[in-house]
């Protein structure tokens, strides 16, 4: 296995802040918004997003996590996870522009389980998509709204997101090659 670095700290510092731009501009202003990230590495960048969002706009955004272990179309594959996350959104998130918050976007199936879980806790006005990478290779008819950056890969390979908050050092993601 060997490992080709396609983001440093600053490319994905520089994302955050593009995608924090882009909410605010494509929803005239954060007033509506709620950022949910997806556990796991969704939730500090919805963090992040929200920050930049606050520093861009001068609005406080509210910010959920999301846990969609029971909404997983593959559970019979992967097996039951050992530990359930507590979903918490602080707002009644209907009628609201919900922006649901992933770092890679690959087949969809994760943003399928999301937008479940979602509907399970209100109806939002409209549903939004922010990842931090996007690999291609859809299963099923999802695409971003907010993405920062397309990164095409081989279904062999993995894209691997490193937050500083989750895993220790620096920011960076990477692309993994496994044996052909």
Do not use: C, W
Request: no cysteine; aromatic share 2%; hydrophobic share 40%.
């Amino acid at each position: 296995m060997n490992e080709r670095q396609i983001m440093v700290a600053d490319e994905v510092r520089r994302a955050i802040a593009r995608i924090a731009h882009e909410i605010g501009e494509r929803n005239n202003g954060v007033s509506d918004v709620v950022l949910v990230g997806i556990f796991r590495r969704g939730i500090p960048l919805a963090t992040r997003i929200a920050s930049a969002v606050q520093s861009i706009e001068g609005k406080a955004v509210p910010i959920g996590a999301l846990d969609i272990t029971l909404y997983r179309d593959d559970l019979e594959i992967r097996g039951p996870s050992n530990t359930l996350q507590h979903t918490s959104i602080p707002v009644d998130i209907t009628g609201r522009t919900v922006v649901l918050v992933d770092d890679v976007l690959y087949t969809g199936r994760t943003i399928r389980a999301a937008l479940d879980a979602l509907t399970d806790l209100g109806r939002p006005a409209r549903i939004q998509l922010a990842v931090l990478v996007d690999r291609g290779h859809r299963e099923l008819p999802v695409r971003a709204d907010f993405v920062g950056k397309n990164v095409p890969t081989a279904t062999s390979e993995d894209v691997a997101v490193r937050l500083s908050e989750v895993d220790g050092g620096d920011d960076s993601v990477v692309i993994i090659r496994g044996e052909p």
